[in-house]
């Protein structure tokens, strides 16, 4: 070839490499791009056109750009290939929009990408769900799910009152649940428990599609989250709670066992009537413990938990009155049980010869209406409460006791409580009236206590009028005295212990004293100078003397024990207590069933021996009932056993002590009753019926009583009037003088009057029951300045000290008289008056060293009436006694 030959002009846009760079460029910019190369090269500026290096190339090009080209380009199809290009590149993960697709397809997923995002959705979420569960802890049951109360019951066992907590409830052990109980919820509720994991995924679906539509979510729930959701969580009927009660269900499937799972969902349900838990509606429906129920009864229980309202056959108005009414309810109720108890004859539960037992459907106890704490229920419980949490040897405390789930087992007789209650008021509306006599009837209080003599169990109390007005108990002590009924233990302790010998040192044993008879004569006069037991005359600490007087300053003379005890004479049986000692008192009323606390008054006056005590009308009734049972003494109690979830903790054990010999009790009793038959206790006659029983009235007719008994029952009733203001620890009792429209109150008026008309009806329908005789007991002793008579006989029979009463006495105490003549008898008043002149037999009434008449006159104060402490030995003692005349209110003597 020429060496002149020239080369083929070689294209000046950079060759292939051009070419390549050209067709990488975006479509939108490939003009503006060729141009600038043109600008910028250098052929251009010599005057020579671009080119991509022939056909070839440019066709290669156009290849690699991935395009084809289109109309709306170039001649040389730039614009085209350019569009080639823009989906070209490196692949994408995510094929969205899709590459090579143009118009609607470029939009549309492909099932890969859809079957992707739907594996990595599901991922994620199986790994957010493990996360939580992994994370998630069940939280405690609610106060509410564990929440219980104390339910106390009568003597009969059937409830009283449910209180102390929120929700009647009392919690059970799995093993305390009936197997027939657990049966009938599992077949009815939940066929799977035994083998799932708390969750059934169809029933979750199925309650999500009801939620959905609005309608009924019941059913869908297996047992374990019906659980979680009653004890764990709230009510609500929402999606979060849902969700929520999933994955805590997982977890306490997984966590919890079976056992435990279906003693909370029982322990939890509310089974209507206010009960919530088995041994709750075990109560409420058929009045019995869980542990009693049968597989009928647990099979209709079961029922209620599919919703009490429409399956109780005591309907349900309230909720709505057609759907929810007896019939219907009754109706549904059937039904349902006899499917559940078919239920678990093809789930292998129950046998078919067991199921054929049962074909009358075991309609339940009709509803019992709500006890409140109004009324006597509330000093029941208050009792029944203090007396457990004195004596269990569980050491349940107060705190322990006010977060429920106790069931205590009360004494208390139900009718009996309601006639004693029905007795007081009968009186009050007929004889006090606070409008009338405002000065008079306003702050009137009656109490009472009824004790069974042969166990101790206290069978009915009166505490009060209401007790949610009223927070005082008056069936417990309050601070009244009891006057006369005190006497019988001064008795007891004369036969007891004995007199003392006056020549020996005070302290004596059993041998030097002298057991003291029933018969035996002390002097009855007004105004007696108590003596020490050895003939000085008693002294208080100020040098004062000590006078006691008889109600209505009445002068008895020389009376036997029995009759003195019949009048309710102050002054034989004080001197009577100083001759024997007013320890020895003390000690026999201790050994009676008192107690040696606050109320035990001070025993070391004269007047200690007339009742300046104030034990309640629960120890009266007790210690009266160790006469009853001729000296045998058992505690007064109110609480039979009591059970915590389902398990006894407290039984009560009848402990009998022997408080006197038989002869001594039944002695006693003699004496009291012909208080009741001939004295001033007429009023609580029980006509065909043994009664023994004693009237008192207290200084300043302050407080009256009467406490009796038959040989079954011990009663004690008291009378008083009382500051109302109960904030106030040392409140003032007040007189009774003019209340009721009466002079003065005595034990023989309103108290015997209520006591009869309670035992009349409380001992109605029993058998009768008669005392034993007595057996002659003791010496026939002479006290107070009493004469002993001639062993001569009378020539004139002497009165009958149980019928006949004494002369009247003169209105004024006089000088000691003369000893009567030796052939006058000890209760001869007409032949001692005759010998002494007409005088009456006593005393010396003044007792003061300077002979004054006014000495001793006052009748003494409620703190035992010490002495004032005057120069002149005036002294201070204690009116109590009775009226002699029987007339009364009711006919009844003082």
């Known amino acids: 070839m020429s060496e002149h030959r020239r080369k083929a002009p070689q294209p000046q846009g950079g060759g292939r490499a051009a070419a390549r760079r050209a067709a990488q460029q975006p479509a939108g910019r490939r003009t503006d791009a060729s141009r600038r190369a043109t600008e910028e090269s250098p052929s251009v500026e010599h005057g020579e056109e671009s080119s991509y290096g022939g056909r070839a190339e440019a066709r290669r090009a156009a290849q690699r750009g991935g395009g084809r080209r289109r109309g709306g380009g170039d001649s040389t199809g730039h614009e085209g290939r350019g569009r080639g290009r823009e989906d070209s590149g490196k692949k994408r993960m995510i094929d969205y929009p899709r590459a090579g697709k143009y118009g609607f397809r470029r939009w549309v997923p492909s099932w890969k990408l859809v079957s992707g995002l739907c594996l990595g959705f599901l991922g994620l979420m199986m790994g957010a769900a493990g996360i939580a569960y992994a994370l998630v802890v069940p939280p405690e049951p609610k106060d509410l799910a564990t929440a219980q109360n104390n339910v106390y019951y009568w003597a009969d066992d059937t409830q009283m009152v449910a209180t102390g907590g929120s929700v009647n409830r009392q919690s059970l052990e799995y093993a305390q649940i009936p197997a027939a109980m657990r049966n009938a919820v599992i077949s009815a509720e939940n066929k799977s428990f035994d083998d799932d994991r708390g969750i059934d995924p169809m029933g979750i679906a199925r309650a999500f599609y009801n939620m959905a539509r609005g309608g009924d979510t019941q059913g869908g729930s297996t047992i374990t989250q019906q659980y979680v959701k009653n004890s764990m969580l709230s009510q609500d009927q929402t999606v979060s709670r849902k969700v929520k009660e999933l994955f805590i269900t997982l977890k306490v499937g997984e966590t919890v066992k079976k056992n435990k799972v279906m003693e909370g969902y029982l322990n939890v349900s509310y089974y209507g009537r206010g009960a919530s838990g088995l041994q709750a509606a075990a109560r409420a429906y058929y009045g019995k413990d869980a542990t009693d129920l049968n597989p009928s009864e647990c099979a209709f229980l079961a029922t209620l938990l599919k919703g009490a309202s429409y399956y109780d056959p005591a309907g ?42 049962y074909d009358t459907f075991p309609m339940p106890d009709k509803p019992k209406k709500d006890a409140k704490l109004g009324g006597q ?64 009837d306003t702050h009137v209080e009656f109490g009472g206590a009824s004790v069974d003599t042969k166990t101790g169990a206290i ?102 024990l029995k009759y003195a005890m019949q009048e309710s004479a102050n002054s034989p049986y004080v001197q009577l207590g100083m001759d024997v000692g007013t320890d020895k008192v003390k000690q026999a009323a201790l050994d009676a069933g008192l107690r040696d606390d606050d109320y035990m ?116 009733v008291s009378m008083f009037r009382m500051d109302d203001d109960e904030t106030q620890k040392n409140r003032e009792f007040l007189e009774m003088y003019g209340t009721g429209g009466e002079k003065s109150i005595h034990g023989a008026s309103f108290p015997a009057q209520i006591w009869h008309n309670y ?42 000290e149980t019928t006949e009463e004494p002369t009247s006495p003169s209105p004024t105490p006089t000088t000691p008289s003369p000893s009567p003549s030796e052939t006058c008898q000890p209760l001869d008043w007409e032949c001692k008056n005759n010998q002494n002149g007409g005088t009456s037999n006593g005393n010396n009434s003044g007792g003061t060293t300077d002979g004054s008449t006014d000495g001793g006159t006052d009748a003494g104060t409620s703190d035992g009436g010490t002495d004032t402490g005057t120069t002149t030995g005036t002294t201070e003692g204690t009116t109590e006694g009775e009226e002699t005349s029987r007339g009364g209110i009711f006919g009844g003597g003082g």
């Open 759 to 800: 035992m009349a009806e409380a001992v109605k329908g029993t058998k009768v029951v008669n005392f034993p005789k007595p057996e002659p007991y003791g010496d026939t002793v002479f006290g107070g300045g009493a004469v002993s008579p001639s062993p001569t006989p009378s020539p004139t029979p002497s009165p009958s």
């Open 459 to 560: 069978v009915a109390t009166y505490g009060g009028q209401n007790a949610t007005t009223h927070y005082t108990n008056n069936a417990d002590a309050t601070g009244a005295q009891v006057g006369s009924t005190w006497k019988p233990f001064v008795l007891a302790a004369a036969m007891q212990y004995g007199k003392r010998n006056p020549e020996l040192g005070p302290d004596q044993s059993a041998s030097e004293r002298t057991i003291v008879s029933p018969k035996s004569t002390y002097n009855g006069d007004n105004k007696l100078r108590i003596n020490e037991y050895n003939g000085q005359v008693w002294e208080n600490d100020d040098g004062g003397e000590w006078l006691q007087t008889n109600d209505g300053d009445r002068s008895y003379g020389d009376m036997t």
């Open 377 to 440: 229920t509330g000093y029941l419980v208050d009792l029944a409460t203090k007396y457990f949490l004195a004596h269990n040897k569980e050491g349940v405390t107060e705190k322990e006791l006010s977060r429920g789930g106790y069931e205590i087992h009360t004494t208390f007789v139900k009718k009996k409580v309601d006639q004693l209650e029905k007795s007081i008021k009968k009186v009050y509306e007929a004889k006090i009236d606070p409008k009338k006599r405002p000065d008079k």
């Open 601 to 716: 008054a001070n025993s070391n006056v004269p007047s200690f021996s007339i009742g300046t005590s104030s034990p309640s009308a629960i120890r009266m009734a007790g210690a009266y009932a160790t006469f009853a049972t001729s000296g045998k003494q058992r505690e007064p109690f109110s609480v039979t056993e009591v059970k915590h979830k389902g398990e006894v903790i407290y039984k009560h054990e009848t402990k009998t002590k022997p408080a006197f010999s038989n002869v001594i009790a039944d002695n006693v009793t003699d004496v009291l009753k012909n208080v009741v038959e001939n004295g001033t206790g007429t009023p609580a006659q029980l006509p065909g019926r043994d009664v023994a029983g004693k009237t008192g009235t207290t200084d300043g007719n302050k407080s009256a009583w009467f406490v009796g008994y038959t040989p079954q029952l011990s009663t004690a």
């Open 316 to 357: 349900a108005p309230e909720v709505d009155s057609v759907k929810a009414s007896a019939k219907e309810n009754t109706r549904r109720a059937k039904a349902r049980w006899e499917w559940i108890l078919d239920e678990q004859v093809k789930d292998g539960r129950m046998s078919a010869t067991e199921r054929a037992k």
